[in-house]
Each structure stands twice: as C-alpha cells, then as structure tokens.
C-alpha cells in the first residue's frame, strides 16, 4: 500500500460577499455596537481611536489611514486592506483570522502576542513591525519589508517568507523547523542557535549563518 503524502492546507482568502454597502466612519458608527461587519470603508482617514474588544467581520478597509490609533484585542475576521496606512497602530494581543493586507505601510505596527490564521501580507511596508509571542499558523509574507521586524517568541506553524527583506529582522526564539527564507535578502538576523535546525536557506545565505556559529569560513 503506497503511503499518502499529507498535503500542507492552503491559506484561505478572506470571505467577503460579491458586494459591500460603502459605509462612512464616524462617531456614531460605534455609539452603540463594538461591532463593525459586512461594509467598504474606502478612502478616509480614521483618527484617535482608541478602542479594545472591537470586532471587525467581512470588510474591507481601501484607502484608508488610521492615525495615532489603538484596537488592542481586536477581532478581525475575514477582513482585507488594500493600499492602507496602519503605521503605528496597536493590533497587540487580538484574533486575526482569514486577513490580507496587500500593498499597506505598516510601519512600526504592533501585532504582538495575537492569534494569526490563514493571513496574508503581500507587497507590504512593514519595517520595525512587532509580532513578538504570536501565534502564526497558515501565515505568509510575500514580497515584503520586514528589515528590524521583531518576531521574538512567536510560534511558526505552516508560516511562510517569500521574497522578503528582512535585514536585522528579531527571530530569536521561535522554531525555524520547515521555515524557508531562501528567497530572502538580509545582512543579518538575529536568529537562536539552538532553533535552526530544519531552516531552509540558499547556499549564499549559509555563510551568514555560519559566521553566526561562530565558523571560520578559509577561502583556498
């Protein structure tokens, strides 16, 4: 009997219906529910807000800049950013399930000690971002800037870095086990030695990491 090869599952895109009612964000869109679902928030800028235990469900955020804002423990479910701005902003320790972010400046955001599911980053800004004790399950970053990016403490399951800059990127401590990086470009990590085993890098990059062991590398 030939043995079946378990298939790693897909990441799955964010399930939004075919049409979605613009809405307008202003005060009294959370007056009365900490809840925001099924809408287009297009081309605002949403300021100051400072919330905790929001939940945001099947939306999708185009063109949109949130300034000097914070959503700790937020819930976001089936949500896509398009050519957004959350530079800053404070997503610490919140459930993100089955999100895209494509072509957004996250700049300096802190998603540290969250849930993330089936989530994409694709073609983002993402440099001195902060995913330290989170949990990333069916998560890829595909063509993006993580340089400074502190992944310290997160866990990698079916995690994926693809084409990304990533130089002096914080992976200490989490298992690199099955965690491909040779696509990517960086002078240095700091990375746990003990937690290496299983990385996949190119041959260019195993002399970065051998001079992390503390190798000598003699040209002839």
């Known amino acids: 009997m030939s043995k079946q090869v378990k298939k790693t599952p897909k990441i799955k895109k964010p399930d939004l219906p075919p049409r979605l009612?613009?809405?307008?964000?202003?005060?009294?869109?959370l007056e009365d529910e900490e809840r925001i679902e099924?809408?287009?928030i297009k081309d605002q800028v949403i300021e100051g807000i400072k919330e905790e235990r929001l939940s945001f469900k099947k939306l999708r955020f185009e063109g949109v800049t949130f300034e000097s804002c914070s959503f700790r423990q937020v819930e976001l479910v089936d949500v896509e950013f398009y050519k957004c701005d959350l530079s800053n902003v404070d997503l610490s320790d919140s459930i993100i399930h089955h999100v895209e972010w494509r072509d957004c400046k996250l700049l300096g955001m802190n998603i540290s000690g969250s849930t993330i599911r089936h989530t994409t980053f694709k073609g983002c800004q993402a440099d001195?971002?902060?995913?330290?004790?989170?949990?990333?399950?069916?998560?890829?970053?595909?063509?993006?800037?993580?340089?400074?990016?502190?992944?310290?403490e997160a866990v990698f399951k079916h995690t994926s870095f693809a084409h990304c800059k990533m130089d002096q990127a914080n992976l200490s401590g989490p298992s690199l086990q099955g965690v491909d990086l040779s696509t990517c470009s960086f002078d240095n990590l700091t990375v746990s030695i003990d937690q290496l085993e299983g990385c996949i890098i190119s041959p260019e990059q195993a002399i970065g990491f051998a001079k992390i062991l503390g190798l000598i590398i003699k040209e002839h």
Not at 21 to 29: K, N, R, V
Not at 142 to 150: F, G, I, K, Q
């Open 21 to 29: 009612e613009e809405l307008d964000w202003d005060a009294s869109l």
């Open 38 to 40: 099924n809408g287009l």
């Open 128 to 152: 001195y971002s902060a995913f330290g004790f989170a949990n990333c399950k069916w998560v890829a970053f595909e063509h993006t800037l993580l340089n400074r990016a502190d992944f310290y």
